[in-house]
């Protein structure tokens, strides 16, 4: 089994391996499938090309669907796959290259995960009319270089030494190694890509096909909701996060939508009502009230839950530390060229000095997006506001970067609780800086102070969210590396090329995006269709938490009730462990799922029983582990597909939208063509549904 390829002038040097892969073993036990002992090429021309433009695609694809459906996913697996077949056309290649141009896509996705969960709240506020690149790409940059710096003095604890699954790490270095299937994994990508990407223009397009259904049922004053998106991504999104995720957010939805909305229409001051949901009927009026009040359930939830993981990892946070400090002090001692190849990491004096200078950037962008005149404050306390805006960035930075990296070992990327702690730093800093600022404003009577202040916490929040992202997503692909045999050094310089690409993508991207289909409930223009409208669920959350501090109108009650929820979760949780249970309920699972719409989340469901079901068929049948892990590897694969076309389609279309300012302009379904687009749309999302299944069920 031929798993890497080496050059002719390289075997003419006598570069071949000089003993079988996966012979040597580290202080810890692990067989890297590459010797640290044997070189190949990793970092050269055409990984780091290759991975620049990967990363900026990929970023722009989970932009999409982060803005869509407020979760997003992994792209390390298609990133690899894609990778080899790419590769494949050069006759020199191997698979520590492979890895690379991987570690270097995902960033790039991941980068993008941090953004979109808080650059659209500055549109949201109304602060920007746009995206402008500077600012946008400084946060950015900075945000998620921190997050590669704030990695590397935890992979020794984290991926060494914690037992920790990382899930979509070890998948990743399962699909590197089994890169001589001669192109099946990309080929499954490409047919799930084409068919999403034709359904999102028939769709969102040509109108053809219905995007969604939902509808209502009235109980006296009580209206329940209920509906379900026709996106084949979102299935896809549910396949990969698997049936416990996939239940447990839809669990948070149905206490949203099933419980909380019915609940507060019975109960609430008629006259509140009528103010919330006006002259909407049936699921417009419940989807009024949940924007309004009970979608902040879902706030207290990931506060608590968010809050809760910090202190959860707290202990394996400093003893990632100490161990990291140990052994580069043990290095020193030792001498450098007596450690191991697969265990050299970015040394901690650049880890030190680069995260001390990248504040001085970070300060500069605060101190140009918000101005001191608008603030109406003294001079001092402006720049101690702004100082200790980028104090409070770079400590929970490093402190979410590690509950991200943790996570991300338990659950994977894709389940990581970013939009949780980037939450709960919003609340913080806005806390502080209500404290802080109060003492000149009054905050209840200038808007425009309220706005700065405000501006001030997403723009921490924005820092925090790509260092969080950025980390979780590192961890996967140094774990990745650590199985085929990558070094970390180089991983880390590609991680950062990763960052790099993603941070001057994002901002053209974004503001493509509000361009066509508008953020949020905020539209660039007037007549813009509201349902083809990017909800932006995690923006418009931190825009809400960040702008009701200083105006002094969050809905505590809801915040409250959301807290209790998550702590009753966290109990059952805990019981759960105690017992030795195999069922766990992560709480920020459900979090999610309170403040997501629950149209997004049924889709959601559906994609992770599929998941269950294969499984489940395939035990019954006989399969072994091997031909199990081979059905999920292809419905992954699959699913990626599903994820990728039709979210670069929707990037696509953009163009088109924002140049005739119409979402309608490739328009051909007539007048009156409504109830067959309804009948299309739900055909295609059964097929869509039935073919995930199958394609998964077949193991070989």
Known sequence: ?????????????????????????????HKPYIPSSQVLPEITLKAVLLGLILAAVLAGANAYLGLKVGMTVSASIPAAVISMAILRMFRNHNILENNIVQTAASAGESLAAGAIFTFPALIILQHWAGFPFLPTMGIALCGGIL?????????????????????EGVATAEVLKAGTERGSGAKLIAIGGIAAALLK??????????????????????IFGFGTDLSPSLLGVGYIVGPTVGCLVLAGG????????????????PEVVTAIVGDATGYSAAQSVWSAQIRYMGVGAMVVGGVWALVSLLGAVREGVRSSLEAVRAARIHGGNQVPRTERDTPITIVGVGTIALAVPIFLVFMLVVDRATLGITPGLYWGALAIGTLFALTAGFLFASVAGYMAGLVGSSNNPISGVTIATILLISLILYMLLGSQIDFTVSGAQALSASTTAILVGAVVACAAAIAGDNMQDLKAGRIVG?????????????????????????????EAYGLGGSFPREGMDPNEMLSAPQATLMASVADGVFARNLPWPMITIGGIIAAAVIGLDKTLEARGASLRVPVLAVAVGIYLPLELEVPIFVGGIIAWLVTRRMKSSGGGQKEINKA?????LFASGLITGEALVGILLAIPFAATQSTDVLR??????GPIAQLIGIATGIGFTAWLYLVSRKAT
């Open 668 to 673: 051909i379904a007539p007048v009156g063509f």
């Open 1 to 29: 089994m031929e798993s890497y390829h080496h050059s002719n002038s390289e075997n003419r040097r006598g570069a071949r391996m000089s003993h079988p892969i996966g012979v040597e073993r580290t202080s810890d036990g």
């Open 486 to 514: 990558a070094t970390p050094f180089r991983q880390q310089i590609m991680q950062m090329v990763g960052v790099i690409a993603g941070a001057l993508a994002i901002a053209p991207i974004l503001g493509l995006l509000y």
């Open 201 to 222: 223009l028939s769709q969102t397009g040509l109108k053809i096909a219905q995007g969604s259904i939902h509808g209502s049922l009235t109980a006296g004053r009580s």
């Open 147 to 167: 997050g590669v710096l704030f990695t590397v003095p935890l992979r020794r604890a984290l991926v060494i030494e914690a037992d920790l699954r990382f899930p």
């Open 632 to 636: 999920n590897q292809r419905g992954l």
């Open 254 to 269: 149905l206490i949203s939508w099933m419980l909380g909305i019915p609940i507060y229409l019975a109960t609430a001051d």
